[in-house]
């Protein structure tokens, strides 16, 4: 029986206005519903990747705490501005907090940069707790994390959504699909590096096309370059809801010509794995 483990979900006090302005999950408490889905499908463990901008939940970090108190199959990032100066005190209150690591968006180059001139103390603080980070990266950004992400080997980085490839209406060519995935894929040496298989609805247009055949060749590269032992399942709830069913994003076609084993460890034994250790 395969030990589900999910490895990016977002929780909001009120809910993730999405496309509709609304939460698609309807009335109640987001993480209500999640229980009942973590229930049906037996999800042991869910990685929750904090978020503060955008005026969704500014007090998210905080919330997600809140809710891990009573929940321990819950583990926390705490959202953290990249482009802002990082202090160990902050980091140090963060982790205190309860939270496993934090979760960075690097959506410009600006961001990513700063990101590598956090102060090394703050650095060291991560590194010593064994410490996750969630990093939401487009793909243009990937060249300047790899310095980052070899310099602090012991830090665990979580580069969510197969590193942001973009949205396909055609499905690309292995060849395609290779030269866009180019920068994440040279961080296949640095053992501390994993990727997410997830947001995959993000790579189709439309993006409610199941089984999202476009992300196909780029979910075969990852798990060719990274192997299925450092690559992890996540459902994107509540924004993959958007487009697509719970259970379609339970159900990635994707990784059905894996082995049990291997299907076993990116749908919940690497991220129970990690959790562990950290």
Not at 103 to 124: I, N, R
Not at 230 to 238: A, I, P
Request: with cysteine; proline share 7%; aromatic share 8%.
């Amino acid at each position: 029986m395969i030990a589900l483990a999910d490895s990016h979900i977002h929780l909001f006090r009120d809910g993730f206005a999405g496309r509709y302005g609304r939460s698609p999950v309807g009335f109640g408490p987001e993480v209500d519903v999640y229980e009942t889905l973590r229930h049906v499908h037996d999800i042991t463990a869910a990685l929750v990747v904090g978020y503060e901008d955008d005026r969704i939940n500014p007090s998210n970090n905080e919330y997600l705490r809140e809710l891990a108190e009573s929940r321990p199959w819950m583990s926390t990032l705490a959202y953290v501005r990249a482009a802002e100066p990082q202090r160990a005190s902050r980091i140090e209150q963060l982790l205190a907090a309860g939270h496993h690591g934090v979760a960075l968006y690097l959506t410009d180059p600006a961001a990513t940069d700063a990101v590598g001139s956090w102060a090394p103390s703050a650095w060291h603080v991560l590194a010593g707790s064994g410490a996750m980070l969630s990093v939401n990266v487009v793909a243009g950004c990937l060249p300047a994390l790899e310095p980052i992400a070899r310099r602090h080997e012991g830090c665990t980085f979580l580069i969510s959504h197969l590193g942001d490839p973009g949205s396909h209406a055609d499905v690309p060519s292995r060849a395609e699909a290779a030269a866009r995935l180019a920068p994440l894929l040279g961080l296949a040496d640095l053992a501390n590096v994993h990727v997410k298989v997830s947001g995959l609805y993000a790579i189709c247009d439309p993006p409610h096309q199941y089984p999202h055949p476009q992300a196909t060749p780029f979910v075969d590269l990852v798990l060719e370059t990274f192997g299925p032992g450092r690559c992890l399942w996540g459902s994107d709830f509540s924004p993959s809801l958007d487009f697509i069913s719970f259970e379609q994003a339970l159900e990635p076609v994707q990784l059905a010509g894996l082995s049990d084993a291997d299907r076993n460890l990116v749908m919940g034994g690497n991220l129970l794995e990690l959790l562990r250790v950290a």
